[in-house]
């Protein structure tokens, strides 16, 4: 029987592999899909919420739907970082992008 | 009343000839003087109006004793009282009462013969314009010190007393020692205001007025309180400071770098009477602390004496005149002192009229001659004899020889002090007017009479200085008879019954008293006849006689010296731990601080690495550790 703890276990798994992603990858893209690991894993626990839940309105559906749009928008923006730091740096190792160093 | 505008119109009248003479007329010598005449004159009639219109309504209005005096005042700044703050009210008024009135003429009067006298002395002088500017600005605020009817106002005054004090006496500033000479002047007076300014202050914060008229119903009600002690105390420095008393006295004889008619006013009519006119206008505040009054006369009796001493040895004829200033406000101090407003009054107000001849006597001689050295001069009688026969009247005047008016003043003074049981400050008194006597006609005998020096070619000076000379020869022969018994007989009043709106003082003629101090003015007119006159004893050898004394006497006690090693030594040392304290300690202190930021600064911003993923870790982090808190009960979480 797969109840609403398999789906927050999966989820959290989720979110973790794409935490460790976001945190350990040098390359600028695979941190960009890390981060879109994590957002679906938090889409997966609204989307579980919402089944398992007692609230009548499909209210964690809707959020998920908001986030995937949210999430194309961001994956648009962040590729398009990604790829003028490469044109300007021949570089998308994250590493390098230390201008912001005290 | 008419007396309050004409009061405001005579304190005006100086002020708009400086601003004219300032603004106007500077490159027109003649006018610049003759603006500061009329103006000088104007405030001397609208005095002498005033002075009738007092005499007249305090002879027919009111019974003895009662304050027959009348005054105006406009609010000049007001803050109001918040909460338990008190606020402040100062307010310009007039105060027109017989004290006032008698000042304002002895002002007007003396700083009108000075005025016109500079006519003559200061003819030709580069800065003749300024010259006169700076005479109206001193008469404007003598004048309005004098019609002050409160303490604040006073002070203000005081302080530009102070100010013209100082541009007059430095007037001759490419001279080095006439501008230390007046930076010596303004810096003594400073340290004598502060007392002023701080007793007043406190005078303030206990009764919450400046006001004269206020101040003498609420002081009855505080005798014999401490902080009464503490306000005279405190507001006494002042005028000793102004009226040059021991230990501020250093000031004035310095003063006499300024030019001569400068020193006339200062030393009769502005500046030194300052400090006497303050105490009788505060008399109530000061006769209701003993203390104080004792100290007074005690200051006065020591520097009637102490600079009466120096004046036996000066040979500079206005270091000799200046020494018996001091001596002489010494006098007013004294006779203040033991409680005799009255005879302090009587004193000033004479030896406003003799001083200033005296002084300009001297200023006639040097005029003529170049020369301030009386043992460079002699045989001057002969060729300059106005200047001659009216500097022996004031002399004559100051030694206190009947009839002149310093012997009335003088008796009064000795007369008030053996009446308030002061028999030492009497026979000090006595010893003075000998001195005083002995030194005068050694000037006299040295510089006027025996061989004429033959290279100077001595002439008598023009009308302008001989018509003052003239005319303060004639008020120092009648002035001091409005202080005798046949004054008062005839009009029924005399002078001190007419100043003095507490109890009338009956003006006697002690015979005892006239009699020894007669004697005295005469022991040393002798005696200076004997050494300076005939030379039957050699005045080198009384020197030699006297070695040790005289050098001390010369070297004018060596308070210069003191004041000088004081300052040099003590207040630099001080000035030097004061540094000290500021550079290592407080500035150790505030550049501690800034040492400690920076170094801080420095270690945090090995944390700022710039690399985004170890940011978002750290984010992460703080975020899992937020949540833990907040939902584990042990740790104080709500959410369970």
Same mark, same amino acid.
């Given at each position: 029987m797969i109840g609403l703890s398999q789906y927050l276990i999966l989820s959290a798994l989720l979110f973790c592999i794409g935490f460790i992603g976001a945190v350990a990858k040098r390359n600028a893209i695979a941190v960009l899909m890390g981060v879109e690991l994590m957002l679906n894993a938090v889409n997966l626990n609204l989307v579980a919420f919402d089944r398992f839940?007692?609230?009548?309105?499909p209210l964690g559906q809707a959020f998920a739907v908001f986030i995937i749009a949210v999430a194309a928008a961001e994956v648009a923006v962040g590729l398009a970082i990604i790829l003028t730091l490469y044109r300007r740096r021949a570089s998308t190792t994250v590493d390098d992008l230390d201008a912001l160093k005290g | 009343m008419i007396m309050i505008p004409s009061a405001i119109a005579l304190v005006a009248a100086p002020l708009a000839a400086f601003v004219l003479i300032a603004c106007a007329t500077r490159k027109a010598p003649t006018l610049s003087a003759l603006i500061a005449v009329l103006a000088v004159g104007a405030s001397l009639g609208l005095s002498i109006g005033n002075l009738v219109g007092v005499i007249g309504g305090s002879m027919t209005g009111g019974a003895p004793g009662a304050f027959s005096g009348t005054h105006a005042a406009l609010p000049w700044l007001s803050i109001p009282s918040v909460g338990r703050f008190r606020g402040l009210e100062l307010a310009m008024g007039v105060l027109v009462d017989p004290l006032s009135a008698t000042m304002c003429v002895i002002v007007s009067l003396v700083a009108f013969l000075v005025t016109v006298y500079s006519l003559g002395y200061m003819?030709?002088?580069?800065?003749f314009s300024r010259y006169f500017a700076y005479l109206s600005l001193f008469a404007f605020s003598m004048l309005g010190l004098v019609v002050a009817d409160n303490y604040f106002q006073t002070f203000v005054f005081w302080e530009l007393v102070g100010l013209s004090s100082y541009l007059l006496i430095g007037f001759w500033f490419e001279k080095p020692s006439a501008a230390d000479a007046s930076r010596k002047a303004f810096v003594t007076n400073r340290w004598a205001d502060f007392g002023f300014l701080t007793g007043i202050l406190v005078l303030f914060s206990v009764f919450g007025t400046f006001d004269f008229g206020q101040l003498s119903t609420a002081l009855s009600g505080a005798r014999g309180s401490a902080m009464l002690a503490v306000i005279a105390g405190l507001i006494f420095v002042g005028p000793l400071g102004k009226s040059a008393q021991f230990p501020f006295h250093v000031w004035l004889p310095d003063a006499m770098e300024g030019p001569t008619p400068v020193s006339a006013l200062i030393h009769a009519a502005t500046m030194v009477a300052a400090g006497v006119y303050l105490i009788a206008r505060g008399f109530i505040l000061f006769a209701s602390v003993p203390a104080v009054m004792e100290t007074m006369a005690y200051i006065g009796g020591f520097t009637a004496l102490f600079a009466a001493s120096i004046a036996?040895?000066?040979?500079?004829i206005k270091r000799i005149l200046a020494y018996s200033t001091l001596s002489q406000l010494g006098y007013m101090f004294m006779a203040l002192g033991v409680g005799s407003m009255s005879a302090g009054m009587f004193h000033l107000t004479t030896h406003a009229f003799f001083k200033a001849l005296l002084f300009l006597g001297a200023g006639s001689v040097i005029h003529a001659t170049g020369e301030q050295d009386i043992f460079k001069m002699g045989g001057l009688g002969g060729k300059m004899k106005i200047t001659a026969a009216t500097f022996v009247i004031g002399a004559l005047a100051l030694s206190g020889v009947f009839p002149l008016a310093g012997f009335w003043s003088k008796d009064d003074i000795l007369f008030a002090s053996l009446g308030s049981g002061h028999v030492g400050l009497y026979a000090l008194g006595l010893g003075v007017a000998f001195m005083t006597a002995f030194y005068m006609f050694r000037l006299i005998f040295t510089a006027f009479g025996? %061989?004429?020096?033959?290279r100077l070619h001595a002439h008598e000076s023009g009308p302008a200085m001989t018509i003052p000379l003239l005319i303060l020869a004639a008020l120092t022969i009648i002035a001091g008879l409005t202080g005798s018994p046949w004054f008062k007989s005839a009009f029924g009043f005399s002078f001190g019954s007419f100043i003095f709106f507490g109890e009338p003082e009956a003006s006697r003629l002690d015979l005892l008293t006239a009699g020894i101090s007669t004697a005295m003015a005469a022991g040393g007119i002798a005696l200076a006849w004997v050494v300076y006159g %005939?030379?039957?004893?050699k005045a080198e050898r009384l020197a030699a006689a006297f070695g040790p004394l005289y050098r001390l006497l010369q070297r004018k006690f060596y308070v210069d010296e003191i004041y000088g090693w004081i300052f040099s030594k003590v207040m630099l040392l001080v000035g030097v731990i004061f540094d000290w304290i500021d550079h290592t300690i407080i500035d150790g202190f505030f550049d501690g601080a800034g040492a400690a930021a920076r170094a801080t600064g420095r270690k945090l911003r090995l944390t700022q690495s710039g690399r985004l993923q170890a940011y978002a870790l750290i984010i992460f982090a703080a975020i899992v550790i937020a949540v833990v808190v907040i939902s584990t009960g042990l740790l104080g979480g709500t959410l369970n």
């Open positions: 839940g007692s609230h009548a309105a | 003819k030709g002088d580069p800065g036996l040895v000066q040979t500079d025996g %061989r004429a020096a033959e %005939r030379k039957i004893v």
